[in-house]
């Protein structure tokens, strides 16, 4: 049976870090056994088949007993127990069940200040863990190696860790020869820059412009939305209208156009605007 075939495989040292590492990735971190991922799953069943329960305690419901079981009754009563007694309790019960068996190690694996997603530039990656050292990659790699040995790329997590850019962090705690589960997050780097203002087909101010094309005076402008200068090098606009920033950095706050004639720009909106150039397209 497959509980027999688990029970001779967890005897393999690598087998059973294998096995922690699924489940710590499932019960921890809004997994997919947590409380409220269950719950989520349980109610989009339980909605599917809401008002066909009606039907099914119509036709089978006293076949059991008299007063016949029922939806408002029974279901609902069921519903409310799993969600409010069952869910919300039963993935530390799970933890603690596999940990008295011996599939699930008792050396937690490191806790971060934020499970991966999106971060602003200049995040701060924080780990803790109650009992041993932290090792962590930054490369993809794992810090324990088949057979247990640490990896050579694997750091001993000292202070915050700066993440200039997108980067999966697989991080364990290890002490003396006890390995954590595995906790693997992904890091996005987000950007700071927002298109703030689209000027599109402008009205005729009929004052003699030199460019009849009113087309000509479009442009769009974007802002830094962070709290430190941002660079924008390299940054593309696609779309209807196509183009790459050059070297050029934003200040906090700061905001750039980019226009469709920068001699139609300046006669209709004036200087004192920063204009990162020319844009292609319409």
Do not use: C
């Not at 519903?79 to 699930?104: D, E, K, M, V, W």
């Not at 790329?153 to 006890?178: E, F, H, M, N």
């Not at 009205?203 to 000509?216: A, C, K, N, S, Y």
């Not at 226009?259 to 209709?268: G, S």
Request: charge should be negative; hydrophobic fraction near 35%; proline fraction near 7%.
């Amino acid at each position: 049976s497959p509980t027999r075939i688990h029970a001779r495989l967890m005897a393999n040292p690598e087998y059973a870090i294998k096995f922690a590492d699924r489940a710590y990735k499932h019960l921890y971190n809004d997994g997919d056994l947590t409380p409220a991922q269950v719950a989520d799953r349980w109610m989009v069943r339980a909605t599917e088949i809401d008002r066909a329960v009606v039907g099914e305690s119509a036709r089978w419901g006293d076949a059991r007993r008299e007063p016949p079981y029922t939806r408002d009754v029974e279901w609902i009563g069921e519903q409310n127990r799993l969600l409010t007694q069952y869910f919300p309790q039963r993935t530390n019960l799970l933890i603690s069940q596999l940990r008295a068996i011996n599939s699930f190690p008792t050396l937690e694996a490191p806790a971060f200040n934020q499970h991966g997603g999106e971060v602003s530039p200049g995040f701060d990656l924080t780990m803790t863990a109650p009992v041993g050292a932290i090792y962590y990659t930054l490369d993809g790699s794992d810090p324990r190696l088949p057979g247990g040995t640490r990896n050579p790329a694997a750091i001993l997590y000292t202070g915050a860790i700066d993440l200039p850019t997108t980067t999966l962090v697989k991080a364990r705690t290890q002490s003396g020869t006890t390995w954590s589960p595995l906790h693997e997050a992904l890091f996005s780097i987000g950007s700071p820059i927002r298109i703030s203002e689209v000027m599109y087909h402008p009205r005729d101010l009929g004052t003699g412009e030199t460019f009849t094309d009113r087309d000509q005076y479009e442009f769009l402008e974007v802002i830094n939305t962070s709290t430190a200068p941002f660079d924008v090098e390299g940054y593309q606009i696609g779309g209807g209208v196509t183009f790459t920033f050059p070297v050029m950095t934003l200040p906090a706050g700061g905001r750039a156009v980019v226009v469709a004639n920068p001699a139609a720009f300046a006669e209709r909106y004036g200087g004192g605007v920063t204009v990162a150039g020319e844009y292609t397209g319409s």
